[in-house]
């Protein structure tokens, strides 16, 4: 028999019970000299008995090691080997050791994911009490308004202009953005600079992410989101227009600029962005004609400029009657709050002027009687939200704090915290309100813009396989088969690539023709099948508007618009 010795210098001591780390060592120990002879049960491969020996202050420990592979272990709390130890012991120990065995220091806990239930029916759901306005409830109605149009046509500009005029800004506020866009040499900018707060933006001189601010009128709360026009940040753009209930289209007068806007050479960005927020449901348009003073109010260039743009938004699918006209000079505040006073303008215009026309628009529909639908436009960082904290409108059923929410597609329950709706907080939200909302119990990484917040017992669809009816715009090059390129949808954007054609649509009638082609050309409409290069989460057209709307661009350009007419794969 071979024995091994081991000095350990420490003071004798004794325990009455074990402590909790000598089981642990002692499972330790065993749990290396066990090993599995069958499935069903585990034997010793050393059997070790130990005898302690006092030398002076020091223990001598000796093993007697033999082999028995027959044997089960029978050890006591120290490690010894005892006739006397309970069953119950040596249950306990012989657990711990298989726990032990069977522990990895590389696996990594299972994170909690939610069971996502399978969608029950939707005629079956029905909105709670709470979810409804009562006629007591003394809310503003929201009006969610776009500000779009081509870069340099002063939108920022006409958004500061409208806040100062409406008290939103005050006068000393106003004297430090004047004071700094001298020092910049960019006095002309004053206004802009309201919206455009970033370095970046205001050294370029132009918007780059989309501004929000708000202002009252006489039948809204207005939620101004100015869109930037510059095309590298076309992606930014929709993100605003997404969220909009109707939008400002701001148009430069000025000789050679709205017809840059139209595109002389190619696409404009006048006419991708009336594509664009049309193709995200916006029906009333009120076509801003700015810069006005530089064609000194020119009448026959007013009617110039609708007869041109007119004809193209007739073609997007825009009705006469929701697109109201309105020339302006935001720089020279000329018919922007009160009706034309430079009597080369009032001379031939009695309509109304920019803020009445945005009061007169049509009060926007919000559906409360379906399930909640969240999507998320940005995940923010705020003290008073938390730290997991989401901003977006809310575009179909309502939430409340301390409701339970699924958090898609991560599948993950999480509990609305706080909710803050223009900045101060409230304790619920309704279909058409934009809100920022704090949530807990859920870690940060499930959280990501282009998800969507939903009701737990409906989630929302997640898909890689979409059929899409789209409208092909005016493009130079063919789209064929196989064709790669940027889906956007509500506030998602991914890779994607068309991989069949199903049919072609007639124009007039919109019945599938007998011929399939092998490619899409300009102004054709037809019905593809696309793949993801991952799932997003998305809607049928039919079932949720807000969800299935949809734009396909390639080569920074939007060559194509649609809805999503069926949902292929679902996760």
């Not at 690539?497 to 007039?508: A, G, N, T």
């Amino acid at each position: 028999m071979a024995h091994k010795e081991r000095r350990i210098n420490i003071v004798p001591f004794k325990f009455d019970t074990p402590s909790p780390d000598d089981m642990v060592a002692t499972g330790l120990k065993s749990s290396r000299n066990v090993r599995k002879v069958d499935t069903d049960a585990l034997y010793i491969d050393v059997h070790i008995a130990e005898k302690k020996v006092m030398d002076n202050d020091n223990f001598i420990t000796e093993k007697d090691t033999t082999t028995d592979p027959n044997s089960p272990v029978k050890l006591n709390e120290f490690g010894e080997s005892s006739k006397g130890v309970s069953v119950d012991s040596q249950n306990k120990t012989l657990s711990l050791d298989h726990e032990l065995q069977h522990l990895s220091l590389e696996r990594k806990p299972q994170k909690s994911k939610a069971k996502i239930k399978k969608p029950v029916s939707l005629s079956l759901y029905k909105p709670e009490p709470w979810m409804l306005q009562r006629e007591d409830e003394d809310i503003p109605r929201q009006l969610n308004l776009a500000i779009v149009g081509h870069v340099d046509s002063g939108k920022s500009t006409l958004c500061g202009r409208l806040l100062h005029a409406l008290g939103r800004i005050s006068k000393k506020q106003m004297h430090k953005y004047e004071k700094e866009a001298k020092e910049k040499g960019k006095g002309s900018f004053a206004y802009a600079w309201a919206m455009d707060e970033s370095a970046d933006e205001r050294e370029r001189g132009i918007t780059m992410t989309v501004g929000v601010a708000y202002f009252d009128t006489k039948n809204y709360h207005v939620v101004l989101l100015d869109s930037p026009g510059h095309k590298d940040f076309v992606p930014n753009m929709i993100s605003g227009a997404t969220q909009s209930d109707a939008a400002v289209l701001v148009i430069d007068a000025s000789v050679g600029s709205f017809e840059a806007g139209m595109g002389v050479n190619g696409i404009g960005q006048t006419k991708e962005h009336s594509q664009l927020i049309r193709s995200f449901g916006v029906d009333n348009l009120i076509v801003a004609v700015n810069k006005m003073d530089s064609v000194e109010y020119s009448k026959e260039r007013f009617n110039f400029i609708k007869s041109q743009l007119g004809t193209f938004l007739r073609s997007c699918g825009y009705k006469d009657s929701a697109i109201a006209w309105v020339p302006m000079s935001a720089m020279e505040n000329e018919n922007l709050m009160a009706a034309a006073s430079d009597t080369r303008l009032s001379s031939w215009y009695d309509g109304n002027c920019l803020l009445k026309a945005i009061d007169t628009l049509p009060p926007p529909y919000h559906d409360v009687s379906k399930p909640l639908r969240l999507p998320i436009c940005d995940v923010i960082s705020s003290h008073t939200l938390g730290q997991v904290a989401i901003g977006g409108k809310v575009e179909a059923g309502a939430i409340r704090s301390g409701c339970k929410v699924l958090v898609m597609p991560s599948g993950e329950l999480a509990v609305v915290k706080t909710i803050e709706r223009n900045s101060s907080s409230c304790n619920l939200a309704r279909a058409g309100d934009n809100v920022a909302i704090g949530l807990q119990g859920i870690d940060p990484s499930h959280v990501m813009s282009g998800g969507v917040i939903c009701h737990p017992d409906y989630p929302v669809s997640v898909a890689s396989c979409l059929e899409l009816k789209i409208l092909v715009l005016d493009i130079t090059v063919p789209i064929l088969v196989g064709l790669e390129f940027e889906l956007h949808i509500h506030h998602a954007k991914v890779s994607a690539s068309m991989v069949k054609i199903l049919s072609l649509l007639e124009q007039k009638t919109g019945k599938a023709s007998k011929k399939i082609p092998r490619f899409l050309t300009s102004r054709q409409t037809a019905v593809i099948e696309v793949k993801l290069e991952k799932e997003v989460c998305v809607e049928e057209f039919s079932n949720l508007k807000a969800l299935g709307r949809v734009s396909l661009r390639s080569q920074g350009n939007t060559v194509a618009v649609g809805i999503v007419s069926r949902v292929r794969e679902q996760a």
